[in-house]
Each structure stands twice: as C-alpha cells, then as structure tokens.
C-alpha cells in the first residue's frame, strides 16, 4: 500500500504582505485613531501579536488582518489564535502560524 505525507506550508511571503496592508489600514482608519491599536510582528513566535486599548477595537483589527489574510490568499485553517491578555491598559492576542500538521491530527 502505497504512503503519501500530507504537508502544511504556509506562505510567509503572503502573511508578510498581509501583515504589511492591515498595519497601513489599521493607521489610517478613523475608527482606529487614538485606540492604540497596533501590529506587531513577533518573528519568534512566528505569529503577529495584536495590541488595542479595548477588546472591541482587538477584534476589529483581527478581523482586518483575518480579511487580508483571506485576500492574499493565505489558509485560515493554519491560523491558531491565542488567548485574548489584559496588559495593564491594553488587550492582547497572539496569532501564530501553524507550520505542517501535529503528529495527533494526522
């Protein structure tokens, strides 16, 4: 019988892309201003840490990243989002990227 891999990529190029429209879109929108709302790339984590004085305004910028993602054509199945964080004055989250597929789901 024969055996096959089954292989997860994703595209860092397209997530940096993304990452780079949805941190212009986030500084420009009026909604966003005076929020502190704000897109960091964590390269050790291989993820984007979202910060925001809300958890409303979290959210909407996740939703903006979410969307570019999709645009670039990047699979949201290879997204793990982490716990919504209060740091004193303002709200956090980590999205990483899963790069292939845990031994457990294959």
Do not use: C, W
């Amino acid at each position: 019988m024969p055996s096959f891999d089954i292989v997860n990529k994703v595209n860092e190029q397209e997530v940096d892309n993304a990452f780079q429209q949805a941190r212009k879109e986030i500084e420009q929108r009026y909604d966003f201003k005076g929020t502190d709302t704000h897109l960091e790339k964590k390269d050790k984590e291989k993820g984007i840490q979202i910060r925001s004085s809300t958890e409303q305004r979290l959210e909407a910028a996740r939703e903006v990243l979410v969307q570019k993602l999709a645009k670039r054509g990047v699979s949201l199945r290879g997204v793990k989002y982490g716990t919504v964080e209060q740091s004193g004055k303002t709200m956090q989250q980590l999205l990483t990227f899963v790069q292939g597929i845990e031994t457990e789901k294959a």
